[in-house]
């Protein structure tokens, strides 16, 4: 079930103008549900609305993502969306933001912009040794007509890639909660390597995520923090196929 909510489109000051251009966030959620109050708080100075995928009645263990993102942007796409930020529920942009963001979107619209994706070991550290110190997501990409998407497998783009956006960096971050409970780290590993185990998807596995010797952490630098505040519940928030990877 998709829901839409739209706000008032505001003026927003891009690099030499005033622009009004309407900028949605999209995501769905399903073991995550409890967290998407805070992520629409978070989003609330940034975009103009929001379109959700509730995945919660779902038969199958897993559905497909490919088929809830291309239903999310043929949604926004049809709410005269300009602009689209895809997003999760365990996952919230410095609070910056709110005022960059009209500088983002003003610009060409050939553009897809990127955030540092930190990966949350505390609520207020993030890992920064080797492969996570490197991770980006470009999010935040232009509306594009829906027979234009093509089907995405896991990890794959929101975007179609052969429209050729340029890849740009926001110079903003993405903080992701989910790796804050040891435990989570070690059931992300497990899911992946279930729904993916011949690594075809990708080269490097899975393994690292659950992998803490040498870790480096960074705390949120002054200025840079995200809102709402979070307090992590200890919860799983995904699917356990721990029973798959002990048979």
């Given amino acids: 079930m998709i829901a839409v909510e739209m706000k008032p489109l505001r ?3 891009g690099r030499w103008f005033w622009s009004r251009q309407r900028i949605v966030a999209v995501f769905s959620y399903r073991y995550d549900a409890h967290l998407v109050s805070d992520l ?4 609330d100075p940034v975009v103009d609305g929001w379109i959700a995928f509730d995945d919660r009645a779902a038969a199958e263990v897993f559905s497909s993502e490919p088929q809830r993102r ?4 043929c949604a926004a796409y049809e709410a005269g969306a300009d602009w689209i930020l895809a997003m999760d529920p365990d996952e919230r942009l410095e609070t910056a933001a709110a005022d960059r963001i009209g500088q983002l979107t003003s610009g060409s619209r050939r553009n897809a912009w990127g955030f540092r994706l930190r990966e949350m070991y505390t609520p ?3 890992r920064v040794d080797g492969v996570w110190g490197q991770k980006m997501q470009h999010r935040l990409f232009p509306a594009c007509r829906p027979d234009l998407h093509r089907s995405q497998g896991l990890h794959g783009a929101w975007f179609p890639e052969d429209l050729r956006f340029k890849l740009r960096d926001s110079g903003l971050n ?8 040891p435990k989570r780290r070690a059931a992300r590993r497990d899911l992946y390597n279930h ?9 490097i596995g899975y393994d690292y995520l659950a992998d803490e010797s040498e870790a480096v952490l960074e705390v949120i630098p002054a200025g840079r923090d995200y809102f709402p505040a979070h307090t992590d519940d200890g919860g799983l928030r995904m699917a356990d196929v721990s029973a798959d990877r002990q048979g």
């Fill in 11 to 13: 003026w927003r000051r």
């Fill in 40 to 43: 629409i708080a978070n989003l």
């Fill in 70 to 73: 291309h239903a999310l942007l």
């Fill in 195 to 203: 729904l993916d185990p011949d690594r075809r998807l990708q080269q």
């Fill in 174 to 181: 993405l903080y992701h909660l989910k790796m804050i409970e």
């Fill in 124 to 126: 207020a550290s993030y």
